[in-house]
């Protein structure tokens, strides 16, 4: 493992590595970036066993937990907690300096480039994308409501992907099936065959599986649709599953949806970086449940997002801002023509509104 002892006074990540030089070089590397790095879920290994996993920052809580005999070295650290096995660590070799430094200096490397049809416009303005497939005018993530809009002209869409209980993708927003279908349950505790039992309620279709809402895109080179992410960390999504879940969800989109028409986008950040660990060349994009701030930028700019989207009320001077960061903007919720309009003068690229067909027609007049 390589470090810098020249490196600026401030803060770097470094997350899901290997450390596998001597003790004196870890702990070297622990003192020359004292105050300056914060370790993410990292490992020290010698030859191939585990020494230890770390955590936090080294001059504040750096957290150990010792599987054997470095219990006894460093009895001053007594606040040890779990930590997860690294499934996809990285181990910089000795040809490697220049990539090491990059990944400790992030503003070295140009921001992911976004997908080409993230700046999709209607004629008149920023992209209208149907919200569930256009839940008021169809049904709530209804594979028909997505064709439908398709049909009807439509080419944004956002949609909702969870797993079922024997880790299937489906299409659903609550956590809960009891507002939508005519069942009750939690779709994290339903296997796969007892989801399809049940019936939306205003189409009467059956909850649909992610592949089959992107079927109704297949391969289209028009269209855009942001992919959300309703998986975070918690009892259910194990750091193990929520992997399982990236890397199904890629596999099932890379495989109907056409390069460059959709990207993935969450609230939770656990579930952005597990995405970007899993498929680091994945378009990602930072959900806000509020007005856009420096904050999020800077959040967006740390997870490697290419968007991100904000509610409404969100000033032009900070879409401004965010486009200068290199990100597209969708607001949210957009449920009129004229919010359409005040989306359009803050320089949205999408909008995102339970109405597509509405919008669409009126700002076609």
């Known amino acids: ?182 069942g009750k349950g939690v779709v994290s505790e339903m296997t796969f065959d007892e989801l399809r039992k049940l019936r939306l309620k205003k189409s009467g279709e059956l909850v649909p599986t992610a592949e089959e809402v992107f079927q109704t895109l297949k391969r289209r080179e028009d269209v855009f649709i942001e992919i959300e992410m309703k998986a975070k960390p918690d009892e259910f999504y194990t750091p193990e599953i929520l992997e399982d879940y990236c890397r199904k969800l890629t596999e099932v989109a890379e495989s109907c949806l056409a390069a460059g028409t959709y990207a993935y986008t969450c609230f939770n950040t656990g579930t952005l970086e597990t995405m970007h660990r899993v498929a680091p060349n994945a378009p990602i994009g930072l959900i806000v449940e509020e007005t856009l701030t420096d904050e999020h930028l800077e959040l967006a700019r740390r997870l490697r997002c290419c968007s991100v989207a904000p509610v409404l009320a969100t000033t032009k001077e900070m879409v401004d801002k965010a486009h200068a960061a290199g990100l597209t903007v969708c607001l949210w919720m957009v449920q009129d023509e004229d919010c359409y309009v005040e989306a359009r003068e803050k320089g949205a ?15 076609r007049r």
């Not at 149907?130 to 064709?147: L, T």
């Open 1 to 182: 493992m390589f470090y810098d002892t020249t490196a600026e006074t401030r803060g770097f990540v470094v997350a899901d590595n290997v450390f596998s030089r001597s003790e004196d070089t870890l702990f070297r590397f622990f003192n020359d970036w004292r105050a300056r790095v914060i370790l993410v879920s990292n490992r020290w290994e010698a030859d191939g066993k585990l020494l230890c996993r770390f955590h936090g920052r080294p001059t504040a809580n750096l957290v150990y937990k010792y599987p054997d005999r470095l219990d006894q070295m460093h009895e001053d650290n007594l606040a040890e907690i779990e930590f997860q096995t690294v499934s996809r660590p990285r181990v910089f070799q000795s040809n490697e300096v220049e990539d090491f430094l990059r990944f400790l200096r992030p503003e070295v490397i140009p921001p992911p480039a976004s997908p080409r049809n993230a700046t999709l416009r209607t004629a008149s303005g920023p992209l209208v994308q149907a919200h569930r497939g256009g839940r008021a005018e169809y049904d709530d993530n209804a594979a028909g409501g997505f064709a439908w809009c398709v049909n009807q002209g439509v080419r944004g869409f956002e949609t909702d992907v969870r797993f079922t209980k024997d880790k299937r993708l489906v299409v659903m927003h609550d956590k809960n099936v009891s507002r939508t279908t005519d």
């Open 349 to 363: 690229d999408r909008i995102t509104t339970d109405y597509p067909q509405r919008i669409e027609a009126a700002v």
